[in-house]
């Protein structure tokens, strides 16, 4: 787009894209091309319950790291329980996981939607590439995602865009089309290139993993929406991130830490109306038993398991001890036997 150079009143029209930026290279590609053909650019964010692009270093630095790099504004948004209630019910279910990619992919077209009219831009745009990802990057999905949120021919993917149908951007001429990538498949060579045109020397990665696609965490996922009422807290999600998992009964799961690290995180998790027990005497893992109502023999069953994740030898009675919103007690138990316990585990 060349025909403002030296055009000053033009400045104010200086066609506008909001990305959906991820913090891994597809996206950042997708805004710098944008920015080659001289779109002004805003990022938006999605953080889910579930999504890890923080890379460990504080929610969401690694986006904020990126937009910096790329010199352009960031808005972050997070879903909390409206993501949870989707979660539930998609209704477009779920991937090979518990990911209900396509309903989920909708939701964050809806915030930069939502960031497109707020700013007045003229088009969104994203990393996708076309059959990168089995349930939301095939034609089908891309068109239901774009026709469920109001969004169709508002949304350019700059990486695949000779493969797509030609987008408002394309067809109003804010872009040229011929200056759009060809990618498509799984493969990362034609990403690899691209970030080399860029002179990108050290390309991102991926973005961080999403947890709903990984088969186990996916099993937590589908034990804690089987067994709630009607949708977890984001306190249940949380503890669904650390410890080992076991499903006592319908109602009653018990978390066992697995380090000290995930003890400390387990203790800032217990919330109102949570059991907590730790082997006396003996190094051990903090555990939490989460459960509407409970029992001595409830009780004793968790106690045994928690015994038996610590250092307590194996056949002789242990003392743990039980915390009840701030109430102690104790009580005496043998380490349950392993065999059980995985019959158990989630
Ligand atoms: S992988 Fe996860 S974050 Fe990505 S679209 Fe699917 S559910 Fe959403």
Same mark, same amino acid.
């Given at each position: 787009?060349?025909?403002?150079?030296?055009d000053?009143?033009?400045?104010?029209?200086?066609p506008?894209?909001?990305?959906?930026?991820?913090?891994?290279?597809?996206?950042?590609?997708?805004?710098? !091309?944008?920015?080659?053909?001289?779109?002004?650019?805003?990022?938006?964010?999605?953080? @889910?319950?579930?999504?890890?692009?923080?890379?460990?270093?504080?929610?969401?630095q690694?986006?904020?790291?990126?937009?910096?790099e790329?010199?352009?504004?960031?808005?972050?948004?997070?879903?909390?329980?409206?993501? $949870?209630? !989707?979660?539930?019910?998609?209704?477009?279910?779920y991937?090979?996981?518990?990911? +209900? #990619?396509i309903?989920?992919?909708?939701?964050?077209?809806?915030?930069?939607?939502?960031?497109?009219?707020?700013?007045?831009?003229?088009?969104?745009?994203?990393?996708?590439?076309?059959?990168?990802?089995?349930? &939301?990057?095939?034609?089908?999905?891309?068109?239901?995602?774009?026709?469920? @949120?109001?969004?169709?021919?508002?949304?350019?993917?700059?990486?695949?865009?000779?493969?797509?149908?030609?987008?408002?951007?394309?067809?109003?001429?804010?872009?040229?089309?011929?200056?759009?990538?060809?990618?498509?498949?799984r493969?990362?060579?034609?990403?690899?290139? !691209?970030?080399?045109?860029?002179?990108? &020397? %050290?390309?991102?990665?991926?973005?961080?993993?999403?947890?709903?696609?990984? +088969?186990?965490?996916?099993?937590?996922?589908?034990?804690? $929406?089987?067994?709630? %009422?009607?949708?977890?807290?984001?306190?249940?999600?949380? $503890?669904?991130?650390?410890?080992?998992?076991?499903?006592?009964?319908?109602? /009653?799961?018990?978390?066992?830490?697995?380090?000290?690290?995930?003890?400390?995180v387990?203790?800032?998790?217990? /919330?109102?109306? %949570?059991?907590? !027990?730790?082997?006396? %005497?003996?190094?051990?893992?903090? #555990?939490? $038993?989460? #459960?509407?109502?409970?029992?001595?023999?409830?009780?004793?069953?968790?106690? /045994?398991?928690?015994?038996?994740?610590?250092?307590? +030898?194996?056949?002789?009675?242990?003392?743990? &001890?039980?915390?009840?919103?701030?109430?102690?007690?104790?009580?005496?138990?043998?380490?349950?036997?392993?065999? @059980?316990?995985?019959?158990?585990?989630?």
């Amino acid at each position: 787009m060349s025909q403002q150079d030296g055009d000053k009143p033009a400045e104010n029209k200086k066609p506008k894209a909001v990305a959906l930026l991820s913090g891994g290279l597809d996206s950042s590609l997708a805004v710098r !091309m944008m920015l080659e053909e001289g779109i002004d650019v805003e990022a938006v964010a999605v953080k @889910t319950p579930f999504c890890d692009f923080d890379c460990g270093k504080g929610c969401g630095q690694r986006v904020k790291e990126v937009a910096d790099e790329l010199g352009i504004k960031l808005k972050t948004v997070y879903f909390g329980e409206e993501y $949870l209630r !989707m979660l539930k019910n998609p209704k477009y279910g779920y991937g090979s996981g518990m990911n +209900p #990619c396509i309903d989920c992919r909708g939701m964050m077209y809806s915030a930069a939607k939502e960031h497109m009219k707020k700013i007045n831009a003229d088009f969104v745009i994203t990393g996708e590439v076309l059959f990168q990802r089995p349930m &939301s990057q095939n034609n089908r999905a891309l068109h239901i995602i774009e026709k469920e @949120t109001g969004m169709e021919c508002k949304v350019l993917r700059p990486l695949s865009a000779k493969h797509l149908p030609p987008t408002d951007a394309e067809n109003l001429g804010l872009i040229k089309r011929e200056n759009m990538g060809d990618i498509k498949g799984r493969s990362r060579k034609g990403q690899l290139t !691209m970030a080399k045109h860029f002179g990108m &020397s %050290d390309p991102p990665n991926a973005a961080g993993g999403c947890l709903l696609t990984d +088969p186990s965490f996916s099993k937590r996922v589908k034990d804690i $929406l089987d067994h709630c %009422d009607d949708i977890p807290t984001l306190n249940d999600i949380e $503890l669904l991130k650390v410890g080992r998992h076991f499903r006592i009964m319908h109602d /009653a799961k018990f978390v066992v830490g697995r380090n000290e690290d995930e003890n400390e995180v387990m203790k800032a998790l217990a /919330a109102d109306g %949570d059991i907590v !027990m730790e082997v006396k %005497d003996h190094v051990g893992p903090t #555990c939490i $038993l989460r #459960c509407k109502s409970y029992n001595d023999p409830l009780l004793a069953k968790c106690a /045994a398991i928690a015994a038996r994740y610590s250092d307590a +030898p194996r056949h002789e009675l242990s003392n743990v &001890s039980i915390t009840v919103n701030g109430d102690k007690s104790e009580v005496r138990v043998m380490p349950a036997d392993i065999e @059980t316990i995985e019959m158990i585990r989630i």
